[in-house]
């Protein structure tokens, strides 16, 4: 779709140059090629050397203009175009189309001697940088332009509306600049003339009447309003209907439109319009009828909306309709419908491009063989199910085929392919499909792009692949291939700019490989079999994965000038070896570095301080030895730091918190680190996963660590830890892809590895070192905090009663440390903990009621003599067993016990009360409540007996005894029953817990 809104600008755009230059009479691009002198006129020659001096030319591309004998005449300099009646300079055209791709001009300024050009009819600086500077007013002095190219210049400021004073003007285009929000369009309406417009991004949020001032160009034909963030018309606007119904072609992708006013207001335009994109808007609902009376309409792409249903009954008379885009919506409903309604009659015949990947579409595939001219076929991303039908292989015409991310099963043999012999792009990815095709199979199409990841087609390598000789993309991925790589197949890659081969058996070696790419390509070759060295000729790579294999040897390869290029290197889990070479000084375009679980050794060389674009770092799993290197604090852009289990030693670098401020991932663990934490780590703001485990660093846990603001924030907006790379495709051009990073550490006892939901796993383990102090209560802080490990140190003092603030806590572990004291309430209200240990410490005690704590398994609290309670099954001692502080001490606690509830003492109370009151009512308002004789009944164990007064012996202390087994299990200690020390009004308060 866009390609065709390319080619229809274009042509537009030199239909209109031919038009005013033929009109005028003024061309003669022959006189360029004969003897014939025509000298410029020197007040126009002096203006447009005036204008090149406000041009910066690096790649001197205006060579021919000059002062130099040989350069007098103006008109033959590139880019100038005379009369060749007059003399008089009408054309100036700086765009990449005339000076060519390979060159790129910058501008200062836009001369003031250009309005000497009277006579400019055309003036194209498109793609001339001018760094945010205004465009001048004196544009609007240029009476007799016609055609006016300003696009992607980087002009700023407050838009031009000068260019309203140019009442000839036929071609106006200023899209993708940096101006100022335009206010109105007061301006516009005055281009009577204008047959094309196209002020894309341009901030027009607050032009409400958009649409009237449209309707006010009677010759328009090509309208562009792309990401103008467009507000929807309102009725007033739309009531005034006087357009001269010429509009053609209609591009409002990215803005803020509704479906039931824009196609109001695009219902003046019915027997007119050829072209409509609407994409990437809010349009919500069903598919409108009145598309269906757009009887010209040839091109409609309503893609990335909000559209639904699954009956588009509009369509059916859409006869002229060639490309349809209705991607990305959520359509649903059986896909065979859909295309039964949608091509009953008059569409079949002329459709050329069909998309509705992307939406809820189900059922199997129907025949398509009746639309006889479709090129391309696109239903990625649906809900489609069964096979796929093989009278596919009888629409001649495909180019396009994409059925990936679906539910498709089934054999694919040569059948399906059998007259595709124009196919170019073929995905059947992400479906459990299998391939049946014999060995010598011959296709008749010459494929560039090959997708066919977890398609069935081995165990041997496909031989047919041998016959396409011009693929740029494959993808045989989770191909279930266990063959050795062939030689022939590399020779066939030349010019690949993607592969993946990655999750087969593949096996063999890279030797003798002497292939030299065209491009830098993306290679993913991870979770094979190949074995050997790994060839040079990888250095071109700009995305290199070969992770998960048996390849040996040195990495010598990263010293070849060639990986420049190089953006993406994952060597993990191989077996290289060796140090890591001193040559890093060129992979400044790196970003990310994985050498982990491989055999290197020696130092981490100091010019990884030179690879500063670098964000992800891993290189766990080694022999590394010595310190961090300090020139690594140049990398200010890291974001992920992973050094586990290797030989480095000496103290944390403080320049840790202090240059690598964007670090998300630091892990140090398993190595020698030694000395204490320096505070500067609490200068790392952005952390989530802080890991210096199994080290032998000593001293306190800095308090400043409730500086750590992201752990301090419960959640995470982001499921994963993604960075963006570039890739470059051939010499000059880049394109750009999203890598996710993924983590592997200790989770509650055992090693897991996490990705897709890295983000959300906020950690601090300290675990494994020497640590002593108190663990500080600021730690509390850090409420985002899932999983903090402080075992194994030499930690002290007292659980901090504040522990309950970190309700995120999923993972806590405390053991083998010498901490003593209680276990604090507040950890019972932890209701996510999902593992605790606080094993081998010195804690004493009962352990707090709560469905969490009474949960986990007795030896969570193994090795703490002085525990007791549930889940253990040494019982608390009764109150007598205990001194007076301590009675008081316990009393308190329980008193602040919330984890019985109000509704709980009612509910209880109010089912005993019916039936005890009724009883022994009297007896519990007698006088003899006061006149007790505490001693002698606390010796006999009848403290429940006592609160009621009751003379000794009597019948009722057995329901007391019996009372106070009841509650004894319920984690409610019949000691509370039983304390003299509580007032009265107290004691009754009690009663109902029974």
């Given at each position: 779709m866009q390609g065709h809104g390319r080619c229809l600008k274009l042509f537009l755009a030199f239909a209109l140059l031919l038009l005013q230059y033929t009109q005028g009479g003024e061309v003669d691009h022959s006189q360029r090629d004969t003897k014939v002198s025509i000298r410029c006129i020197e007040r126009e020659r002096q203006a447009l050397l005036a204008f090149k001096r406000g041009l910066v030319d690096e790649d001197n591309s205006l060579s021919s203009w000059g002062l130099?004998?040989?350069?007098?005449?103006?008109?033959?300099?590139?880019?100038?175009?005379?009369?060749?009646?007059?003399?008089?300079?009408?054309?100036?055209?700086?765009?990449?189309?005339?000076?060519?791709?390979?060159?790129?001009?910058?501008?200062?300024?836009?001369?003031?001697?250009?309005?000497?050009?009277?006579?400019?009819?055309?003036?194209?600086?498109?793609?001339?940088?001018?760094?945010?500077?205004?465009?001048?007013?004196?544009?609007?002095?240029?009476?007799?332009?016609?055609?006016?190219?300003?696009?992607?210049?980087?002009?700023?400021?407050?838009?031009?509306?000068?260019?309203?004073?140019?009442?000839?003007?036929?071609?106006?285009?200023?899209?993708?600049?940096?101006?100022?929000?335009?206010?109105?369009?007061?301006?516009?309406?005055?281009l009577s003339s204008l047959r094309y417009l196209d002020l894309s991004y341009a901030n027009l949020s607050n032009v409400f009447d958009w649409p009237e001032a449209i309707n006010k160009l009677p010759e328009l034909t090509n309208l562009t309003l792309q990401g103008c963030d467009l507000p929807p018309p309102t009725l007033s606007t739309l009531s005034y209907i006087n357009s001269s119904k010429s509009l053609i072609s209609v591009d409002l992708p990215f803005n803020h439109l509704n479906t039931s006013s824009i196609f109001l207001w695009l219902s003046n335009y019915n027997t007119s319009l050829v072209h409509l994109v609407l994409s990437y808007n809010p349009l919500a609902g069903s598919i409108p009828d009145v598309l269906g009376d757009m009887s010209s309409l040839a091109h409609l792409d309503l893609s990335s909306n909000q559209l639904e249903g699954g009956d588009p009954h509009s369509f059916a008379r859409l006869c002229s309709l060639q490309s349809l885009d209705l991607s990305y919506n959520i359509l649903s409903g059986q896909l065979s419908k859909f295309v039964q309604i949608l091509f009953s009659t008059c569409a079949q015949n002329s459709l050329e491009i069909l998309d509705l990947s992307g939406n809820d579409l189900a059922g199997s595939l129907p025949d398509l063989t009746n639309l006889s001219s479709l090129e391309l076929l696109s239903l990625y991303n649906n809900q489609l199910t069964g096979g796929i039908p093989?009278?596919?292989?009888?629409?001649?015409?495909?180019?396009?085929?994409?059925?990936?991310?679906?539910?498709?099963?089934?054999?694919?043999?040569?059948?399906?392919?059998?007259?595709?012999?124009?196919?170019?792009?073929?995905?059947?990815?992400?479906?459990?499909?299998?391939?049946?095709?014999?060995?010598?199979?011959?296709?008749?199409?010459q494929l560039d792009f090959i997708n066919l990841g977890s398609c069935k087609m081995g165990p041997a390598f496909p031989k047919w692949l041998q016959t396409q000789k011009n693929f740029s993309h494959i993808d045989i991925s989770d191909a279930g291939i266990s063959d050795i790589l062939p030689s022939w197949f590399w020779s066939l890659c030349r010019n690949v700019t993607?592969?993946?081969?990655?999750?087969?058996?593949?096996?063999?070696?890279?030797?003798?490989?002497?292939?030299?790419?065209?491009?830098?390509?993306?290679?993913?070759?991870?979770?094979?079999?190949?074995?050997?060295?790994?060839?040079?000729?990888?250095?071109?790579?700009?995305?290199?994965?070969?992770?998960?294999?048996?390849?040996?040897?040195?990495?010598?390869?990263?010293?070849?000038?060639?990986?420049?290029?190089?953006?993406?290197?994952?060597?993990?889990?191989?077996?290289?070896?060796?140090?890591?070479?001193?040559?890093?000084?060129?992979?400044?375009?790196?970003?990310?570095?994985?050498?982990?679980?491989?055999?290197?050794?020696?130092?981490?060389?100091?010019?990884?301080?030179?690879?500063?674009?670098?964000?992800?770092?891993?290189?766990?799993?080694?022999?590394?030895?010595?310190?961090?290197?300090?020139?690594?604090?140049?990398?200010?852009?890291?974001?992920?730091?992973?050094?586990?289990?290797?030989?480095?030693?000496?103290?944390?670098?403080?320049?840790?918190?202090?240059?690598?401020?964007?670090?998300?991932?630091?892990?140090?663990?398993?190595?020698?680190?030694?000395?204490?934490?320096?505070?500067?780590?609490?200068?790392?703001?952005?952390?989530?996963?802080?890991?210096f485990s199994l080290n032998i660093i000593s001293g306190n846990i800095p308090k400043c660590l409730t500086n750590l603001t992201t752990l301090a924030q419960k959640g995470n907006p982001r499921l994963n830890i993604s960075h963006y790379y570039e890739i470059s495709t051939d010499q000059q051009g880049f394109t750009g892809d999203d890598y996710e990073d993924d983590a592997t550490f200790i989770w509650k006892g055992g090693m897991k590895t996490y990705k897709s939901t890295l983000g959300l796993v906020k950690r601090i383990d300290l675990s494994s070192n020497k640590l002593t102090g108190e663990i500080p209560s600021e730690i509390t802080h850090l409420v985002g905090l899932v999983s903090l490990n402080l075992s194994r140190n030499q930690l002290t003092g007292q659980i901090t009663p504040e522990i309950g603030n970190l309700q995120s806590l999923d993972s806590l572990d405390l053991s083998r440390n010498h901490i003593d004291g209680r276990i604090p309430k507040s950890l019972a209200r932890i209701d996510r903990l999902g593992f605790l240990d606080l094993s081998y410490n010195n804690l004493s005690g009962k352990i707090p009621v709560g469905t969490q704590l009474q949960g986990f398994d007795p030896s969570v609290y193994a090795g703490n003599l002085q525990l007791c309670g549930p889940p253990l099954k040494k019982m608390c001692a009764d109150e007598k067993e205990r001194g007076p502080s301590e009675q008081t001490d316990f009393i308190s606690q329980e008193d602040k016990d919330e984890l019985i509830t109000l509704g709980f003492?009612?509910?209880?109370?109010?089912?005993?009360?019916?039936?005890?009151?009724?009883?022994?009512?009297?007896?519990?308002?007698?006088?003899?409540?006061?006149?007790?004789?505490?001693?002698?009944?606390?010796?006999?164990?009848?403290?429940?007996?006592?609160?009621?007064?009751?003379?000794?012996p009597h019948p009722l202390w057995s329901l007391c005894y019996k009372l106070k087994a009841f509650l004894a299990p319920r984690g409610a200690s019949a000691s509370v029953l039983e304390a003299d020390e509580l007032p009265l009004w107290r004691r009754h308060s009690y009663w109902p817990l029974v």
């Amino acid at each position: 779709m866009q390609g065709h809104g390319r080619c229809l600008k274009l042509f537009l755009a030199f239909a209109l140059l031919l038009l005013q230059y033929t009109q005028g009479g003024e061309v003669d691009h022959s006189q360029r090629d004969t003897k014939v002198s025509i000298r410029c006129i020197e007040r126009e020659r002096q203006a447009l050397l005036a204008f090149k001096r406000g041009l910066v030319d690096e790649d001197n591309s205006l060579s021919s203009w000059g002062l130099e004998a040989q350069k007098q005449d103006c008109c033959r300099w590139i880019g100038v175009y005379c009369s060749n009646q007059t003399g008089h300079v009408i054309g100036l055209d700086l765009s990449y189309k005339v000076i060519g791709e390979d060159y790129f001009l910058q501008g200062k300024m836009i001369s003031p001697k250009l309005i000497e050009l009277h006579h400019l009819q055309h003036l194209d600086l498109y793609g001339i940088k001018f760094s945010g500077s205004e465009i001048p007013d004196f544009i609007g002095s240029l009476s007799n332009l016609r055609y006016l190219d300003l696009s992607w210049t980087n002009f700023g400021g407050k838009f031009p509306s000068q260019v309203g004073n140019l009442s000839n003007l036929q071609y106006l285009a200023l899209s993708d600049n940096d101006f100022t929000n335009i206010e109105n369009l007061d301006w516009l309406p005055l281009l009577s003339s204008l047959r094309y417009l196209d002020l894309s991004y341009a901030n027009l949020s607050n032009v409400f009447d958009w649409p009237e001032a449209i309707n006010k160009l009677p010759e328009l034909t090509n309208l562009t309003l792309q990401g103008c963030d467009l507000p929807p018309p309102t009725l007033s606007t739309l009531s005034y209907i006087n357009s001269s119904k010429s509009l053609i072609s209609v591009d409002l992708p990215f803005n803020h439109l509704n479906t039931s006013s824009i196609f109001l207001w695009l219902s003046n335009y019915n027997t007119s319009l050829v072209h409509l994109v609407l994409s990437y808007n809010p349009l919500a609902g069903s598919i409108p009828d009145v598309l269906g009376d757009m009887s010209s309409l040839a091109h409609l792409d309503l893609s990335s909306n909000q559209l639904e249903g699954g009956d588009p009954h509009s369509f059916a008379r859409l006869c002229s309709l060639q490309s349809l885009d209705l991607s990305y919506n959520i359509l649903s409903g059986q896909l065979s419908k859909f295309v039964q309604i949608l091509f009953s009659t008059c569409a079949q015949n002329s459709l050329e491009i069909l998309d509705l990947s992307g939406n809820d579409l189900a059922g199997s595939l129907p025949d398509l063989t009746n639309l006889s001219s479709l090129e391309l076929l696109s239903l990625y991303n649906n809900q489609l199910t069964g096979g796929i039908p093989e009278n596919i292989g009888l629409m001649s015409k495909l180019k396009t085929i994409d059925f990936s991310m679906n539910s498709l099963e089934g054999v694919i043999s040569k059948t399906h392919f059998s007259k595709l012999s124009k196919l170019q792009s073929l995905d059947l990815s992400s479906n459990s499909l299998v391939l049946d095709i014999h060995a010598d199979w011959i296709p008749p199409f010459q494929l560039d792009f090959i997708n066919l990841g977890s398609c069935k087609m081995g165990p041997a390598f496909p031989k047919w692949l041998q016959t396409q000789k011009n693929f740029s993309h494959i993808d045989i991925s989770d191909a279930g291939i266990s063959d050795i790589l062939p030689s022939w197949f590399w020779s066939l890659c030349r010019n690949v700019t993607f592969m993946n081969l990655t999750s087969n058996q593949i096996g063999g070696t890279f030797a003798n490989l002497t292939l030299e790419f065209s491009y830098f390509p993306e290679l993913h070759l991870s979770s094979n079999k190949l074995e050997g060295p790994i060839p040079s000729v990888l250095s071109k790579a700009s995305y290199l994965d070969l992770s998960y294999n048996k390849l040996s040897g040195s990495i010598s390869f990263l010293c070849s000038r060639a990986t420049i290029g190089l953006s993406f290197l994952d060597l993990s889990n191989n077996n290289v070896s060796g140090q890591v070479p001193d040559c890093l000084t060129h992979l400044e375009n790196l970003v990310m570095l994985d050498l982990s679980y491989n055999a290197l050794s020696g130092k981490i060389p100091t010019t990884i301080g030179s690879v500063f674009r670098i964000e992800t770092l891993k290189l766990r799993s080694n022999k590394f030895v010595g310190q961090l290197p300090s020139s690594l604090k140049n990398c200010t852009s890291l974001v992920v730091v992973d050094v586990v289990d290797n030989k480095l030693s000496g103290p944390i670098p403080k320049w840790l918190g202090v240059s690598l401020k964007n670090l998300v991932i630091l892990m140090l663990s398993s190595n020698h680190f030694n000395g204490s934490l320096p505070s500067q780590i609490c200068h790392l703001t952005h952390i989530q996963n802080l890991d210096f485990s199994l080290n032998i660093i000593s001293g306190n846990i800095p308090k400043c660590l409730t500086n750590l603001t992201t752990l301090a924030q419960k959640g995470n907006p982001r499921l994963n830890i993604s960075h963006y790379y570039e890739i470059s495709t051939d010499q000059q051009g880049f394109t750009g892809d999203d890598y996710e990073d993924d983590a592997t550490f200790i989770w509650k006892g055992g090693m897991k590895t996490y990705k897709s939901t890295l983000g959300l796993v906020k950690r601090i383990d300290l675990s494994s070192n020497k640590l002593t102090g108190e663990i500080p209560s600021e730690i509390t802080h850090l409420v985002g905090l899932v999983s903090l490990n402080l075992s194994r140190n030499q930690l002290t003092g007292q659980i901090t009663p504040e522990i309950g603030n970190l309700q995120s806590l999923d993972s806590l572990d405390l053991s083998r440390n010498h901490i003593d004291g209680r276990i604090p309430k507040s950890l019972a209200r932890i209701d996510r903990l999902g593992f605790l240990d606080l094993s081998y410490n010195n804690l004493s005690g009962k352990i707090p009621v709560g469905t969490q704590l009474q949960g986990f398994d007795p030896s969570v609290y193994a090795g703490n003599l002085q525990l007791c309670g549930p889940p253990l099954k040494k019982m608390c001692a009764d109150e007598k067993e205990r001194g007076p502080s301590e009675q008081t001490d316990f009393i308190s606690q329980e008193d602040k016990d919330e984890l019985i509830t109000l509704g709980f003492y009612i509910s209880m109370g109010l089912g005993f009360a019916a039936g005890f009151w009724g009883v022994c009512g009297t007896l519990i308002f007698s006088r003899m409540l006061i006149n007790y004789k505490r001693s002698t009944l606390s010796e006999l164990g009848g403290g429940c007996a006592i609160r009621f007064g009751l003379p000794a012996p009597h019948p009722l202390w057995s329901l007391c005894y019996k009372l106070k087994a009841f509650l004894a299990p319920r984690g409610a200690s019949a000691s509370v029953l039983e304390a003299d020390e509580l007032p009265l009004w107290r004691r009754h308060s009690y009663w109902p817990l029974v």
